[in-house]
């Protein structure tokens, strides 16, 4: 099984990532197209300025420096050919590595601790994972497939939990996630807690991740 956490004690849970490729935006921009066949699309990107990484949007308090679009028309920019996303990189080869989600996944949000949490009892319980991403903001992402965010409100309920009351946010069709090797500001780089790997092409259902999120977001708040 893939090394992706360490359990710890009662409800802490000590995550250890998996080392990092050190790819450029644009190398991992064109290996998620080829290896993984989602779409991609660039973003903004950090620009020094008095020596502090800013966005280049501009907006000196911006909530997401170099990891949002740069662009409103960012879904229909997005690509799966590789040969496009090396030319759109080309124009900025520091702009951040955006995958619009409702395509060919849904990603399910909740807290790194909850995250990190949910791992462990998924791998006790032996379930198949798909690519977890951990963002500098400290939450997780974890890939389903795609109209899983539909299913979540609806699955949650039935598990006996009050849908508003968890810390579990759905990302489907019009919205999208940052991925590695972007960088956030000065908070730091999104990173894989779970790499792509052949071995996880395929996508669980929402369905079968839902119990071990919901419990570890009850556990968390």
Wanted: proline share 10%; glycine share 8%.
């Amino acid at each position: 099984m893939e090394e992706t956490i360490a359990a710890a004690e009662d409800s802490q849970i000590a995550g250890q990532i998996p080392q990092q490729r050190g790819e450029s935006p644009q190398e991992a921009a064109v290996r998620y197209a080829e290896e993984r066949h989602w779409d991609v699309f660039p973003g903004t990107w950090l620009e020094p300025v008095a020596g502090m990484p800013r966005c280049s949007c501009g907006n000196a308090s911006c909530p997401a420096p170099g990891a949002h679009p740069a662009r409103p028309d960012w879904a229909t920019q997005a690509t799966g050919s590789a040969t496009v996303v090396r030319r759109l990189w080309q124009k900025q080869p520091t702009a951040s590595v955006l995958l619009p989600t409702g395509r060919t996944f849904d990603a399910l949000s909740v807290p790194e601790s909850a995250g990190f949490l949910a791992l462990a009892r998924m791998e006790r319980m032996a379930l198949t994972l798909g690519p977890v991403a951990l963002s500098p903001d400290r939450r997780m992402q974890f890939l389903v497939l795609p109209g899983g965010s539909l299913k979540v409100p609806e699955l949650v309920r039935e598990l006996g939990w009050v849908p508003a009351s968890l810390d579990l946010v759905t990302l489907g069709e019009g919205t999208y996630l940052a991925a590695p090797p972007t960088r956030v500001g000065a908070r730091g780089a999104v990173q894989w807690a779970r790499r792509p790997t052949p071995a996880n092409r395929w996508l669980p259902d929402a369905e079968e991740l839902i119990s071990a999120l919901a419990y570890a977001c009850g556990r968390d708040r």
